[in-house]
């Protein structure tokens, strides 16, 4: 594995591009304490089984030897997926299609776009986050050429999610020529401080939303949720993955296509900070769900299902009741339920958070005009928000 040395930088800081886990500096986790999503354990994930078309680095930002920032970056080809998503069948998402082939199917991005929120970067208390940033922009512009000479120009750079408190230290000269764009939001849940039930949780709703609680773990009747050791998600690995990809495929749009030993690379990097719940009718694993404990947080990750199953039994909704469940059993205090099916994750209890991403094309033309590239391929979600609680 090659590891790839800054030049001397006009910057106060110093930056080290690392292609493996095994090269990152032993403080590593230091700094990735506020984040699971930037430890090395979890880093060693995405070199283990990133998607196909994915490839990761990762930037350690330093004043002298001491390190005061880390940052993950993907870069994504979308010339090696056969398919975007297959669910909206129209002349925009062809148009739409075509666009991304030509012109923006090489993606850097400081992010990960495998996760939602920030799991961008972290920087130290003691270091100036203007200059960590500065010195991020460089990592991206060496980034860029590393790629080129492997005969893969970089079509558009990008750096996700941030809310909008955030957005105060991406406002530096290094990212004015990047568009500022936000798309779906960030679904949340918070857990009450006297909820220690999900008893509890039931009593809080309305009486439209407690009856469809009640409806939905009557239809789930017969069904057995069984949490899966790492043998166990090995064995059962072609079934998991044809029900994840099932899901993945109806999306409207994709990025990536995780591996089939994903789930399994999870469990054996997290250990008891990766679920996965596995649900069965008559002994046959017919949807499953995961889980990451990421401190106070719960995260909600990838999940799958029958659909002929899920619409009978309504599965979907009875998983959001179960990870509502466990993270009030548990007593964390939010559950990241993530991006899509909005409308119906609110109907449990999730509110919207809008998050912001920056993005910058290669093309000085396109540039110019991205924001109305962005409106006309990416139109805002049209859905309506719900609000369960008596209060």
Not at 4 to 31: A, C, D, G, R
């Amino acid at each position: 594995m090659k590891k790839y040395s800054s030049p001397i930088l006009k910057s106060i800081y110093s930056y080290q591009i690392y292609s493996s886990v095994s090269q990152l500096p032993e403080n590593w986790n230091e700094l990735a304490v506020t984040t699971i999503f930037l430890s090395k354990e979890y880093l060693a994930i995405l070199e283990k089984s990133a998607p196909a078309n994915m490839s990761c680095h990762f930037i350690g930002m330093f004043d002298k030897e001491t390190l005061v920032g880390i940052a993950v970056s993907q870069f994504v080809d979308l010339n090696q997926l056969d398919s975007f998503g297959e669910r909206d069948q129209c002349i925009k998402s062809s148009v739409r299609n075509i666009v991304f082939k030509n012109f923006c199917s090489h993606i850097l991005l400081i992010g990960n776009n495998t996760l939602t929120g920030q799991n961008a970067f972290v920087i130290s208390e003691n270091a100036h986050p203007n200059e960590v940033l500065k010195t991020l922009q460089k990592a991206v512009t060496e980034l860029k050429a590393i790629f080129k000479a492997k005969g893969k120009k970089v079509h558009m750079c990008g750096l996700k999610d941030f809310c909008k408190e955030e957005l105060n230290s991406l406002e530096i000269p290094e990212f004015k020529p990047y568009l500022l764009f936000s798309t779906q939001p960030n679904m949340i849940f918070t857990v009450r401080n006297h909820w220690k039930t999900e008893e509890d949780y039931v009593a809080a709703l309305s009486k439209k939303y407690r009856d469809q609680y009640k409806r939905a773990r009557k239809k789930a009747t017969g069904l057995v949720k069984k949490q899966l050791s790492l043998e166990e998600i090995k064995s059962q690995e072609e079934v998991i993955y044809d029900l994840y990809y099932h899901v993945a495929k109806s999306a409207p749009f994709n990025t990536f296509f995780l591996p089939k030993n994903h789930f399994a690379v999870f469990k054996e990097q997290l250990q008891e900070n990766f679920l996965f719940y596995g649900y069965f009718e008559n002994d046959k694993l017919i949807g499953f769900n995961t889980l990451i404990k990421n401190g106070s947080d719960l995260d909600t990750y990838f999940l799958g299902y029958d659909d002929s199953v899920q619409r009978e039994k309504m599965l979907y909704l009875n998983m959001l009741y179960d990870m509502i469940g466990y993270a009030i059993k548990e007593q964390f205090k939010t559950v990241i339920f993530a991006r899509t099916a909005l409308e119906i994750k609110s109907s449990v209890g999730a509110t919207p958070l809008k998050m912001y991403g920056l993005m910058s094309h290669d093309n000085t033309f396109i540039n110019s005009r991205l924001d109305f590239f962005f409106r006309y391929l990416e139109p805002e979600t049209v859905w309506k928000e719900r609000h369960p609680f008596q209060d």
